[in-house]
């Protein structure tokens, strides 16, 4: 796609000579904080009366309120009315857009994601409806800069924008905001945005306490960890103490509890009650993976779940127009299979049996659609659900429904596994504003779909809204707040202290890690640790690959493999082998190849042979030794081979080197510099590297990489795109990773 360089004010201000102002409706009364409601002329022509209902129950509930109507044919004209708002006292705090409001398609920001990592540069492959983020970062988050590419060709409502290297290259919201976006297209969109609207006007005259939450654990995600599930449920109670008494109700479902467990997961959310449903699974455009298949227990089990498995991927073959009798050679072959266990795969009656069972595994938008979801808040830890360019979309199907659902959050996009999905959440139950919380959430993907000023009541006098958002520069209100009962209320301390204060902060947050006894007040310690990437943060991290809470154990032996010190490799080894969560384990042994594979496979024989004798022990230093051979074998046969290989396709060689954003061994930036740097080189794989390097924010070799991105920026016999995407990196590496939990 080829980029229009554009200042969004210059094409604001071109725009404006166009086209007439929006119509703003001014509050009807003052609060302390303002809140505005952005919508399309056709939409309010179709729903004004809904939507004046809604502001009217948004300003009895404390905030003043705007209603913005316009046309709104591009998202800069979007963008400046709110930025014209925000000049107003009181101060905005966030927005809600209604309707056909354009939306941002957002490129070569890859960084400010959890896990997208799409090639793209191959538009056959991957068209840029597909490889770019959907994301309303353009309208909260106000210092970022983007430059213009095109309107999309196919549906005039997505715009596509690329991430300005000169500008900031992490997410700091100004406001909240949130989509009232229907999962249809058709004429009855004007409805349902109609009932959302008076439903949630009427749900905000409730004063209903945060006293019931479902959590469900689900296959194939980091769950499959026991040790994982045990510290998320310890770390609930830290954040909602109250539901652990008897007038209260927290129910915790795990993937193989029951065979059954997907009617008990639709019974639990049709519950009218519910206030909080979380959801940490796997998840696609229009389902929730939940299940795996029922464990079998019998040889009669196993075998038929072989088979079924087997008749799938005859399906599949078939599906993507492939041999299935290769296919099934294939399996014969190489694992002795019978003929006979593929019989039935196109048998109409075993198909309609497999597909049977594998319904039952899973929650379609059919089976969203067939309840009346009673949780108020839905949280969807899951890849996709919140993808609103298509229709339907998951959570749009809980929102716009009969049930009581009335915000949830979503990804655009996929997401990471271990983003630390219920950081802050405990702020529910003190009443704070969904939106407000969501505020801190630092990804592109992230969003929250409904109404974000939705609250549950607070248990006590105090308004934390109203605390939070008068003492946002307080330093001493703040540190008041560090000796709180309450840990979920401390976490935000820190949160705004550091926020406040920045490094001079760090001897405080080694403080508070050292001596606090919860689990998420230390966890909010160290990650702001992370974020500065200082020598207190690196020498406390042999001390947390050790603390009892498994994910502070998951986050720092990862942390210890970007930052790359040798002396970590001892004890990275000990807590691999000994470590009791899997994850931490399987962190560990990637740390320390990041750091140096050689010395990790001397470290592995060393460390085994000191272990007192077990029957496992040659076989576990057998299987250690061996991957680390193959990760040598596949770094340095494969992929640096590939990067310095000139005879190959530039393509094949950019591959290799997008692989080290999830790969970062700490050998590597050599490399890329030695390419990035040659002029002779061609220009699209001297930006990869680029690129690759920006990955490399922890390291503690960074500020040789900040050096060469700076000359290299500077270079005016550099081509611009060279020179730009040098400037980015350089903006990375200084800046530190967007979110120090996915570094």
Same mark, same amino acid.
């Given at each position: 796609?080829?980029?229009?360089?554009?200042?969004?004010?210059?094409?604001?201000?071109?725009?404006?000579?166009?086209?007439?102002?929006?119509?703003?409706?001014?509050?009807?009364?003052?609060?302390?904080?303002?809140?505005?409601?952005?919508?399309?002329?056709?939409?309010?022509?179709?729903?004004?009366?809904?939507?004046?209902?809604?502001?009217?129950?948004?300003?009895?509930?404390?905030?003043?309120?705007?209603?913005?109507?316009?046309?709104?044919?591009?998202?800069?004209?979007?963008?400046?009315?709110?930025?014209?708002?925000?000049?107003?006292?009181?101060?905005?705090?966030?927005?809600? +857009?209604?309707?056909?409001?354009?939306?941002?398609?957002?490129?070569?920001?890859?960084?400010?994601?959890?896990?997208?990592?799409?090639?793209?540069?191959?538009?056959?492959?991957?068209?840029?409806?597909?490889?770019?983020?959907?994301?309303?970062?353009?309208?909260?988050?106000?210092?970022?800069?983007?430059?213009?590419?095109?309107?999309?060709?196919?549906?005039?409502?997505?715009?596509?924008?690329?991430?300005?290297?000169?500008?900031?290259?992490?997410?700091?919201?100004?406001?909240?905001?949130?989509?009232? =976006?229907?999962?249809?297209?058709?004429?009855?969109?004007?409805?349902?945005?109609?009932?959302?609207?008076?439903?949630?006007?009427?749900?905000?005259?409730?004063?209903?306490?945060?006293?019931?939450? +479902?959590?469900?654990?689900?296959?194939?995600?980091?769950?499959?960890?026991?040790?994982?599930?045990?510290?998320?449920?310890?770390?609930?109670?830290?954040?909602?103490?109250?539901?652990?008494? $008897?007038?209260?109700?927290?129910?915790?479902?795990?993937?193989?509890?029951?065979?059954?467990?997907?009617?008990?997961?639709?019974?639990?959310?049709?519950?009218?009650?519910?206030?909080?449903?979380? /959801? =940490?699974?796997?998840?696609?455009?229009?389902?929730?993976?939940?299940?795996?298949?029922?464990?079998?227990?019998?040889?009669?089990?196993?075998?038929?779940?072989?088979?079924?498995?087997?008749?799938?991927?005859?399906?599949?073959?078939?599906?993507?127009?492939?041999?299935?009798?290769?296919?099934?050679? =294939?399996?014969?072959?190489?694992?002795?299979?019978?003929?006979?266990?593929?019989?039935?795969?196109?048998?109409?009656?075993?198909?309609?049996?497999?597909?049977?069972?594998?319904?039952?595994?899973?929650?379609?938008?059919?089976?969203?659609?067939?309840?009346?979801?009673?949780?108020?808040?839905?949280?969807?830890?899951?890849?996709?659900?919140?993808?609103?360019?298509?229709?339907?979309?998951?959570?749009?199907?809980?929102?716009?429904?009969?049930?009581?659902?009335?915000?949830?959050?979503?990804?655009?996009?996929?997401?990471?596994?271990?983003?630390?999905?219920?950081?802050?959440?405990?702020?529910?139950? =003190?009443?704070?504003?969904?939106?407000?919380?969501?505020?801190?959430?630092?990804?592109?993907?992230?969003?929250? /779909?409904?109404?974000?000023?939705?609250?549950?009541?607070?248990?006590?006098?105090?308004?934390?809204?109203?605390?939070?958002?008068?003492?946002?520069?307080?330093?001493?209100?703040?540190?008041?707040?560090?000796?709180?009962?309450?840990?979920?209320?401390?976490?935000? &301390?820190?949160?705004?202290?550091?926020?406040?204060?920045?490094?001079?902060?760090?001897?405080?947050?080694?403080?508070?890690?050292?001596?606090? $006894?919860?689990?998420?007040?230390? +966890?909010?310690?160290?990650?702001?640790?992370?974020?500065?990437?200082?020598?207190?943060?690196?020498? +406390?991290?042999?001390?947390?690959?050790?603390?009892?809470?498994?994910?502070?154990?998951?986050?720092?032996?990862?942390?210890?493999?970007?930052?790359?010190?040798?002396?970590?490799?001892?004890?990275?080894?000990?807590?691999?082998?000994?470590?009791?969560?899997?994850?931490?384990?399987?962190?560990?042994?990637?740390?320390?190849?990041?750091?140096?594979?050689?010395?990790?496979?001397?470290?592995?024989?060393?460390?085994?042979? &000191?272990?007192?004798?077990?029957?496992?022990?040659?076989?576990?230093?057998?299987?250690?030794?061996?991957?680390?051979?193959?990760?040598?074998?596949?770094?340095?046969?494969?992929?640096?081979?590939?990067?310095?290989?000139?005879?190959?396709?530039?393509?094949?060689?950019?591959?290799?080197?997008?692989?080290?954003?999830?790969?970062?061994?700490?050998?590597?930036?050599?490399?890329?510099?030695?390419?990035?740097?040659?002029?002779?080189?061609?220009? &699209?794989?001297?930006?990869?590297?680029?690129?690759?390097?920006?990955?490399?924010?922890?390291? &503690?070799?960074?500020?040789?990489?900040?050096?060469?991105?700076?000359?290299?920026?500077?270079?005016?016999?550099?081509?611009?795109?060279?020179?730009?995407?040098?400037?980015?990196?350089?903006?990375?590496?200084?800046?530190?990773?967007?979110?120090?939990?996915?570094?």
């Amino acid at each position: 796609m080829k980029k229009r360089t554009l200042l969004l004010g210059a094409l604001v201000s071109a725009c404006g000579a166009a086209i007439a102002a929006p119509t703003v409706k001014a509050p009807k009364t003052i609060h302390s904080s303002a809140f505005a409601v952005i919508v399309d002329s056709e939409t309010y022509n179709r729903t004004g009366k809904a939507v004046d209902r809604y502001r009217d129950a948004v300003e009895k509930n404390g905030l003043s309120a705007y209603i913005v109507i316009d046309e709104w044919e591009r998202p800069e004209a979007v963008r400046q009315s709110i930025l014209d708002l925000a000049k107003n006292q009181p101060p905005l705090e966030g927005v809600v +857009l209604v309707g056909d409001i354009p939306i941002a398609m957002i490129r070569d920001a890859q960084h400010l994601t959890s896990a997208f990592k799409m090639d793209q540069d191959n538009p056959k492959r991957f068209p840029p409806i597909r490889s770019s983020v959907p994301s309303d970062r353009f309208y909260d988050d106000w210092d970022l800069q983007f430059t213009f590419i095109e309107q999309d060709s196919a549906n005039p409502l997505l715009f596509y924008y690329s991430l300005d290297a000169a500008g900031p290259q992490h997410i700091a919201k100004e406001i909240y905001s949130a989509r009232i =976006h229907p999962p249809v297209k058709d004429e009855s969109k004007y409805q349902a945005i109609a009932d959302f609207l008076l439903r949630a006007a009427v749900e905000k005259e409730q004063k209903n306490p945060l006293d019931q939450i +479902l959590t469900f654990a689900g296959h194939g995600y980091n769950s499959e960890s026991l040790s994982a599930w045990e510290s998320e449920l310890l770390s609930l109670r830290e954040q909602f103490p109250r539901l652990y008494r $008897p007038d209260a109700m927290i129910k915790n479902l795990y993937h193989t509890m029951n065979s059954e467990l997907k009617e008990i997961v639709l019974l639990e959310l049709s519950n009218p009650e519910l206030d909080l449903a979380i /959801f =940490h699974a796997h998840g696609a455009e229009d389902m929730q993976y939940l299940l795996g298949e029922t464990p079998a227990v019998s040889l009669g089990q196993r075998v038929e779940s072989i088979r079924s498995f087997l008749r799938s991927k005859l399906r599949s073959a078939k599906r993507r127009k492939q041999s299935t009798a290769e296919a099934q050679l =294939h399996y014969m072959r190489d694992h002795d299979i019978p003929l006979s266990w593929f019989a039935g795969a196109f048998v109409d009656s075993v198909q309609q049996a497999d597909s049977l069972a594998e319904v039952k595994l899973d929650i379609y938008i059919s089976d969203i659609e067939s309840i009346s979801p009673g949780a108020r808040v839905m949280v969807f830890d899951q890849c996709f659900n919140g993808a609103f360019i298509n229709h339907p979309y998951v959570a749009g199907s809980y929102l716009f429904n009969d049930g009581r659902t009335l915000v949830g959050m979503a990804n655009s996009v996929n997401v990471a596994q271990d983003i630390w999905a219920n950081e802050l959440m405990g702020l529910f139950a =003190h009443g704070v504003r969904i939106g407000l919380w969501h505020r801190t959430r630092s990804y592109l993907e992230s969003h929250l /779909f409904g109404d974000p000023t939705f609250q549950f009541a607070a248990p006590g006098t105090v308004d934390w809204n109203r605390q939070w958002l008068e003492h946002d520069d307080d330093s001493a209100f703040w540190r008041s707040q560090l000796e709180s009962p309450e840990p979920e209320l401390r976490n935000l &301390a820190i949160y705004m202290l550091d926020r406040i204060e920045g490094e001079s902060f760090t001897e405080e947050l080694v403080r508070i890690y050292r001596s606090d $006894p919860a689990f998420v007040v230390r +966890l909010q310690a160290i990650r702001r640790l992370a974020h500065h990437r200082n020598a207190a943060f690196m020498d +406390l991290l042999p001390t947390a690959i050790g603390d009892p809470c498994e994910f502070i154990r998951r986050c720092s032996v990862a942390w210890m493999g970007d930052v790359g010190r040798d002396d970590y490799l001892p004890l990275l080894v000990r807590q691999l082998i000994m470590d009791p969560s899997t994850r931490v384990s399987f962190r560990g042994k990637f740390a320390m190849e990041k750091i140096d594979i050689q010395k990790a496979t001397e470290l592995y024989a060393s460390k085994i042979d &000191a272990l007192p004798e077990v029957a496992s022990k040659d076989k576990l230093k057998e299987i250690l030794i061996h991957s680390a051979e193959r990760s040598q074998q596949w770094l340095t046969d494969d992929l640096l081979k590939r990067l310095h290989d000139d005879s190959l396709e530039v393509r094949k060689r950019i591959g290799s080197v997008r692989t080290f954003r999830n790969y970062r061994f700490q050998s590597v930036p050599q490399h890329l510099i030695q390419v990035a740097g040659d002029a002779k080189e061609p220009e &699209a794989l001297r930006v990869a590297c680029l690129e690759a390097l920006g990955w490399y924010t922890l390291s &503690a070799a960074r500020q040789s990489l900040i050096d060469f991105c700076e000359n290299l920026s500077q270079d005016a016999a550099a081509p611009e795109a060279v020179r730009q995407e040098a400037l980015k990196t350089h903006n990375r590496l200084i800046q530190g990773p967007n979110n120090s939990i996915t570094p």
